[in-house]
């Protein structure tokens, strides 16, 4: 009796398997890597010509954020072709300190960005498309004001502060699977389905190549990238 109740669960679950499959549920695997550059640039400081008060006299250009060991932070990791399967977190930019936090982010195309200031100071949160053409211009006299402004076509959105002249941020709008490289250069991307892919990266200022990876079910795929 033991051989056929045994045939019986391994048909049973050979059955659940072919179920899960049909209906899309098979397991994930992650991508995860670093994105570094060879050499380390010299900190940059941009001396500040107005609203001293708030800004200080001086402050950092944080176009190229590289830790001692040559992490960048601030690259973009896709995967062409990967539709989000849920929505990623809405995307949010905040003038602080005169900087705008996250100076970098992706966003799906269709979403709402929600805008703040929390600086003493007037600021202007002005967007540009991938075109040159303004999407918005947005004037926060005073902390605590939110407005909210679509981005409704994909594309890379820069953004500027008409005031300061040094502040830049950067909108990722795609539908497309991405992810922000951390302070340390690391990303990662979870839940990927298993197939093969063909990576790009995006940097304000550094270029790289792309890169075909293949994901396995359950697996973790290093993908590390060599930018310059």
Known sequence: MRR?????????LAVAGLTALVRGEQQG????????????????????DTDQAVCGNEIEDQAT??????????????????????DPPAP??????????????????????AI??????????????????????????FPGLNVNRPLRRPGVVRIECDSHGWMRGWIYVTNDVAAVTAADGRFEIADVPPGTYELSIWHERY????????VTAGGVTEADFTLR
Request: glycine share 8%.
């Open 207 to 214: 270029e790289g190549d792309a890169q075909t990876v293949t």
């Open 29 to 48: 695997g992650t991508l995860a890597g670093r994105v570094t550059v060879d050499t380390v640039p010299a900190r940059v400081m941009v001396e500040v």
């Open 4 to 12: 056929p109740l045994a045939a019986a669960i391994a048909g049973c």
């Open 116 to 141: 703040t200031s929390e600086d003493d100071t007037l600021h202007s949160t002005h967007a540009y498309d991938d075109r040159q053409r303004t999407l918005f211009n947005i004037a926060l006299p």
């Open 92 to 113: 949010s930019i905040n003038n602080a300190g005169c900087f705008f936090v996250p100076r970098v982010q992706v966003a799906r195309t269709r979403s709402q960005l």
């Open 65 to 86: 954020l590289v830790d001692p060991s040559g992490g960048v932070a601030n690259a973009v990791v896709l995967v062409p072709g990967l539709e989000w399967s849920a």
